[in-house]
């Protein structure tokens, strides 16, 4: 068998590994599901009718900020899943059984592909969750059947990238707790993104921040695709930032793993 099967069995077997590990924490993988649809909810049913007021110009439309709303959301999704990736990372650290991987025959690499798969395939079922309440309260979109397409490549990449920063934060924490403070930013950073209302309406200070940070040009690219609006340069700073993530988190994490961790 040859060094690449090997690694592909040795990747499958670890994300079967990961997979069934998130049964013995369900109630964090409730919370990765529950948090951005309890927002969601919160955001339309409480604070919308405010919010879509300041969007309009006045006038309170509930719908117009449902779609405003929904791909903001499903970007939060994201970042919300990472931070338990972190978390799941690092109890794998804490309790020695990265340890023991590195001293069975396997790829190393696997341990880390099963990580980095099984959260990413965990991130597109919220997503698909977030998107079917989106779609049950009101969220029409008129993206094309290619437009679904790059929609779904550009929420794949994003949690690609972000996983990847998540394994790194939780190979460098040295306790669960410390590694959920220190992948909060990966949940903070929405807020201070378009997710609930435009750059323009920010201070002049902050709009600089606000709209270069990695989130606002890929939920300006994903409402572009769903709602058939612009993307102008949205599209190729949201692809430069999970490139240049998906790289760092990466080398990043490899270079943890590789080196014995002092635990």
Not at 85 to 110: K, L
Not at 120 to 130: D, E, S
């Amino acid at each position: 068998m040859s060094t690449l099967s090997l690694a592909v069995r040795d990747s499958s077997t670890m994300l079967r590994r990961n997979l069934l590990h998130t049964r013995r924490y369900p109630s964090l993988t409730l919370n990765v599901l529950l948090t951005p649809v309890v927002l969601l909810l919160l955001f339309v049913y409480v604070f919308g009718d405010v919010m879509s007021a300041g969007i309009t110009g006045g006038h309170a439309d509930r719908a117009e900020y449902i779609a405003y709303l929904v791909p903001g959301i499903l970007l939060m999704t994201i970042g919300g899943t990472s931070v338990g990736t972190a978390v799941s990372v690092c109890i794998d650290m804490t309790e020695g059984i990265v340890s023991r991987f590195r001293t069975m025959p396997i790829s190393r690499a696997s341990v880390l592909v099963g990580h980095v798969v099984g959260s990413v395939l965990q991130t597109l079922m919220a997503l698909a969750l977030v998107l079917g309440v989106g779609l049950a309260i009101g969220f029409r979109p008129e993206a094309t059947v290619v437009e679904w397409i790059a929609a779904a490549g550009l929420l794949t990449m994003v949690s690609l990238s972000l996983t990847w920063i998540a394994v790194g934060l939780g190979m460098a924490s040295p306790t669960p707790e410390g590694a959920s403070n220190n992948a909060l930013p990966l949940m903070v950073l929405p807020l201070l993104s378009s997710a609930f209302v435009p750059v323009d309406a920010m201070p002049g200070w902050f709009r600089w921040f606000a709209e270069y940070q990695p989130f606002t040009p890929a939920i300006e690219t994903l409402r572009g695709l769903l709602l058939g609006s612009g993307i102008g340069t949205a599209g190729w700073l949201a692809f430069a930032w999970c490139i240049g993530l998906t790289v760092l988190g990466y080398l990043w994490s490899k270079a943890q793993f590789s080196r014995d961790p002092v635990r």
